[in-house]
């Protein structure tokens, strides 16, 4: 599956496929849609990973990625003791359980394309965003790569 992919296309794949052996991951998104609103519910959660960019160093290829994962906040009203009820700690603790899942396996588990997070990973609250009211976690990744492209002619 990887075999004739460069090395963009392997780290956005393995990131992918990261994701979607988690259970907890209902829906991926890939790409720079700025829009994460979905409108059925069962499509949560959702990991959205955006390409931002990437630099060369010698020996490797640093893929910058944003990575959010969000749910959909439960608006609908209970009042128990004077108190408004809805799911946002749920939702922020599933999406924090989901990205630090993904980012043990990157940061601590050797994997077959020496992919590695290239520095502390830094995530900031997604609270009740756009008109669906999504929550969850946004966290900006580098993942490096060994820099095998040649520029010789063969």
Do not use: W
């Not at 756009?130 to 993942?143: C, H, Q, T």
């Amino acid at each position: 599956m990887y075999s004739n992919l460069n090395p963009n296309a392997i780290v956005a794949q393995y990131l992918i496929d990261l994701f979607k052996s988690d259970p907890l991951v209902n829906k991926i998104k890939f790409g720079n849609k700025t829009i994460r609103e979905i409108d059925k519910k069962v499509l949560f959660p959702l990991v959205h990973i955006i390409p931002m960019g990437f630099n060369l160093e010698q020996n490797r290829i640093n893929f910058l990625f944003d990575i959010a994962c969000v749910s959909l906040r439960n608006t609908e009203t209970s009042f128990q003791n004077e108190i408004f009820e809805d799911n946002m700690i749920d939702n922020m603790s599933e999406a924090s359980a989901i990205l630090i899942k993904a980012l043990n396996i990157l940061m601590f588990q050797n994997n077959e394309f020496d992919i590695e997070v290239d520095d502390s990973v830094n995530a900031y609250v997604i609270d009740f965003q756009g008109i669906s009211g999504l929550d969850g976690y946004n966290a900006s990744v580098v993942l490096s790569i060994q820099n095998e492209i040649s520029t010789c002619n063969e």
